[in-house]
T-cell receptor, first 116, second 110 residues
Framework: EPEVTQTPSHQVTQMGQEVILRCVPISNHLYFYWYRQILGQKVEFLVSFYNNEISEKSEIFDDQFSVERPDGSNFTLKIRSTKLEDSAMYFC??????????????FGNGTRLTVT | RKEVEQDPGPFNVPEGATVAFNCTYSNSASQSFFWYRQDCRKEPKLLMSVYSSGNEDGRFTAQLNRASQYISLLIRDSKLSDSATYLCVVNEDNTDKLIFGTGTRLQVFP
């Protein structure tokens, strides 16, 4: 079964540094997402991306965050200047269509970001 | 203001038991409803979508009550492998944004 892959599985960075989290969505999917989960808390929506542009973003997704689809396969999340509170598990997801019963989200196995 | 509310549990049940989880959501405009399963430190995985008429998938039955804004999940004949956190998930205003509950933890013991 095709799957969403994320790299790296764990990223440690110092406060103020830039990080790029990488994702390869399922190849025939058109909608891409980033979610995050702070340890012990619920999964939170960050951003959705379709047709090479952001379709929706949450209040968490401020100017420090950006997403890009640099080629036909990768989907990246960049955090420009990391803060301690950015430490979390970041999940990439993709779906064939938008959010419908026939097109559920497929999540990657996540990148654990630790900001020190 | 909690948008999707679940009892965090844990629910500790013996193998073979039937267990039910409930969830309430605050946005009456939500159109899509799901149950996801999450193992410790792993990604959420879709368990089942929840349809208006209710639906069943093997040992799992999901129900939706739009009037009460309430969703349920019933697991029959619990297996050890069912031990996980069950996430109630609702979309926001028929958008692509999913709102997750904090999850209900289930522990099935021999």
């Amino acid at each position: 079964e095709p799957e969403v892959t994320q790299t790296p599985s764990h990223q440690v960075t110092q406060m103020g540094q830039e990080v790029i989290l990488r994702c390869v969505p399922i190849s025939n999917h058109l909608y891409f997402y980033w979610y995050r989960q702070i340890l012990g808390q619920k999964v939170e929506f960050l951003v959705s991306f379709y047709n090479n542009e952001i379709s929706e973003k949450s209040e968490i997704f401020d100017d420090q965050f950006s997403v890009e689809r640099p080629d036909g396969s990768n989907f990246t999340l960049k955090i420009r200047s990391t803060k301690l509170e950015d430490s979390a598990m970041y999940f990439c997801a993709s779906s064939e269509e938008g959010q419908t019963y026939n097109s559920p989200l497929h999540f990657g196995n996540g990148t654990r970001l630790t900001v020190t | 203001r909690k948008e999707v509310e679940q009892d965090p549990g844990p629910f500790n049940v013996p193998e073979g038991a039937t267990v039910a989880f409930n969830c309430t959501y605050s946005n009456s405009a939500s159109q899509s409803f799901f149950w996801y399963r999450q193992d410790c430190r792993k990604e959420p995985k879709l368990l089942m979508s929840v349809y208006s008429s209710g639906n069943e998938d093997g040992r799992f039955t999901a129900q939706l009550n739009r009037a009460s804004q309430y969703i349920s999940l019933l697991i029959r004949d619990s297996k050890l492998s069912d031990s996980a956190t069950y996430l109630c998930v609702v979309n926001e205003d028929n958008t692509d944004k999913l709102i997750f509950g904090t999850g209900t933890r289930l522990q099935v013991f021999p």
